[in-house]
């Protein structure tokens, strides 16, 4: 079965610095998509970043990046330079069924950046 | 437009009440998503649609009924709730339906069931 572990129910990072979101997933499938998505108080989810099972290459997406290790089933969010409005519950998430896109979500990490 | 929109942005009903739930794109994606998030936890996925047929229902109790009159549009409707429904219904859709297609949320529905 599949399912995304995020560990690390809140943390706090100071303003300007990086800070790294853990995320670790488990599927026997070898197709599947990782995603990174920021919910703030007001409920909206917002994509932040995707990975595909099969990219090479860590995804960037501005101050996003996804450190995609495969044979450790790990896919990392990494913020660098954090601003206060980076303040909200982040979720990882894989899809997975093959053609039909079936999305999971960890428990979420709720982060609060300090000025 | 890459917008998700969804009306209304809160609900309340009663447990006799009938009302819908309405989500709108305009990206021309063709799968859209119905998810249930209840406070301090993921969401859930409910339902999907792909090329307005619906190709997923995830053992959803059927006092919600979902439909896709077209492409852009999808709506949920409600009846006979239980308070134990009242959550954040979000609306997604993707480009495809295969796995490497992200999905983009609306801001959502906030229903108290009393």
């Known amino acids: 079965a599949q399912k995304i572990t995020q560990t690390q129910p809140g943390m706090f990072v100071q303003e300007k610095e990086a800070v790294t979101l853990d995320c670790t997933y488990d599927?026997?499938?070898?197709?599947?998509?990782l995603f990174w998505y920021k919910q703030p108080s007001s409920g909206e989810m917002i994509f932040l970043i995707y990975?595909?099972?099969?990219?090479?290459q860590n995804a960037t997406e501005g101050r996003y990046s996804l450190n995609f290790q495969k044979a450790r089933k790990s896919a990392n969010l990494v913020i660098s330079a954090s601003q206060l409005g980076d303040s909200a519950m982040y979720f990882c998430a894989m899809s997975f069924g093959g053609a039909t896109n079936k999305l999971i979500f960890g428990t979420g990490t709720l982060l609060a950046v300090q000025p | 437009d890459t917008e998700v929109t969804q009306t209304p942005k809160h609900l309340v009903m009663g447990m006799t009440n009938k009302k819908s739930l309405k989500c709108e794109q305009h990206m021309g994606h063709r799968a859209m998503y119905w998810y249930k998030q209840k406070a301090k936890k993921p969401p859930e996925l409910m339902f999907v649609y792909s090329y307005e047929k619906l190709s997923i229902n995830e053992s959803v109790p059927s006092r919600f009924s979902p439909e896709c009159p077209n492409s852009s549009l999808l709506n949920l409707h409600l009846h006979a709730l239980q308070p134990e429904d009242s959550a954040l219904y979000l609306c997604a859709s993707s480009q495809g339906e295969d796995v490497y297609n992200e999905q983009f949320f609306g801001p959502g529905t906030r229903l108290t069931v009393l």
């Open positions: 990975q595909g099972s099969y990219d090479q």
């Open positions: 599927t026997s499938d070898p197709s599947y998509g």
